[in-house]
């Protein structure tokens, strides 16, 4: 996944190194924590049944489960850098800005980082879900 964000920021050539760098390893991190979540998942989904319902669990489970927690990654760093300019912790206006940011964040995220999955990231995805449903439970 970080191959894959790495690569299309390269080409845009956004940015600078350091700043690029950071998403890259922000991918990978969302991967990496993301894998045991949408194996369990996938596993959950596809008990005892054929190859083809196998692979498309671990698919739609490996898929979901990493765009969720590298949005949730993303969505934390984001609600770090604006909580400078957030109320005291714990208050009522602190909760509102709060929600709203992360809800922002996720917003953001959904719509501009989803697209750094592809084209490298959709064949992690598509060859995770094929070792998952090639291997035997």
Same mark, same amino acid.
């Given at each position: 996944? =970080? $191959? ?5 920021? %390269?080409?845009?050539?956004? #940015? ?9 390893? !922000?991918?990978?991190? @969302? =991967?990496?924590? $993301?894998?045991? !979540? =949408? !194996? %369990?998942? /996938?596993?959950?989904?596809? #008990?005892?049944?054929?190859? #083809?319902?196998?692979?498309?669990? @671990?698919? +739609?489970?490996? $898929? /979901? ?10 969505? +934390? ?9 957030? /109320? #005291? ?14 809800? /922002? ?7 501009? @980082? ?6 490298? @990231?959709?064949? $992690?995805? %598509?060859?995770?879900?094929?070792? %998952? ?5």
């Amino acid at each position: 996944m =970080g $191959a894959s964000a790495y690569a299309n920021l %390269f080409l845009d050539a956004w #940015e600078t190194p350091a700043k690029l760098q950071f998403v890259a390893v !922000l991918f990978v991190a @969302g =991967g990496a924590l $993301a894998f045991p !979540l =949408g !194996l %369990f998942l /996938a596993r959950l989904l596809s #008990e005892r049944r054929r190859a #083809e319902a196998s692979f498309a669990a @671990g698919f +739609i489970s490996f $898929a /979901a489960a990493t765009v969720a927690v590298t949005a949730l990654l993303y969505a +934390i760093q984001y609600r770090s850098y604006y909580s400078a300019w957030h /109320a #005291e912790a714990f208050s009522i206006t602190w909760a509102f800005q709060l929600v709203f940011t992360t809800l /922002a964040a996720l917003y953001q995220f959904l719509v501009l @980082g989803v697209r750094l999955f592809f084209p490298f @990231g959709f064949l $992690a995805l %598509f060859a995770a879900a094929l070792w %998952f449903a090639r291997s035997p439970r």
